[in-house]
């Protein structure tokens, strides 16, 4: 299963930004989905997830902030990201577990940089 992310750029502090996470691959389920992060210099973290069923979590962070959503049809995962601060630039990171029977697995999107400065 591969995964491609998009939606990264430079904002401003106090803005908007929405990634996108896209699944391609073949014959595959994916069960919960997810974005981590790693700002320059320190290690990944992770920002939000939700699962099959939509239920979500978020770090103490962004709750309030940004709101992580999935459309199973399309095989997608979003984090919408609102008030964003300088301390969230980092390269963001999209991923999900699937399974393809008999295998599973938990696969990586490449990443893409958020950058919040005036």
């Known amino acids: 299963v591969q995964l491609q992310a998009s939606g990264g750029g430079l904002v401003q502090p106090g803005g908007s930004l929405r990634l996108s996470c896209a699944a391609s691959?073949?014959?595959?389920?994916?069960?919960?989905m997810g974005w981590y992060r790693q700002p320059p210099g320190k290690q990944r973290e992770l920002v939000a997830e939700?699962?099959?069923?939509?239920?979500?979590t978020y770090a103490d962070s962004v709750k309030g902030r940004f709101t992580v959503s999935r459309d199973n049809a399309k095989n997608t995962v979003y984090l919408q990201m609102n008030s964003l601060k300088p301390e969230d630039t980092a390269i963001y990171y999209c991923?999900?577990?699937?399974?393809?029977?008999?295998?599973?697995?938990?696969?990586w999107g490449q990443g893409t940089l958020v950058t919040v400065s005036s």
């Open positions: 991923n999900a577990d699937w399974w393809a029977l008999p295998e599973v697995g938990r696969s």
């Open positions: 691959g073949s014959r595959f389920t994916l069960n919960a």
């Open positions: 939700i699962s099959r069923g939509g239920t979500t």
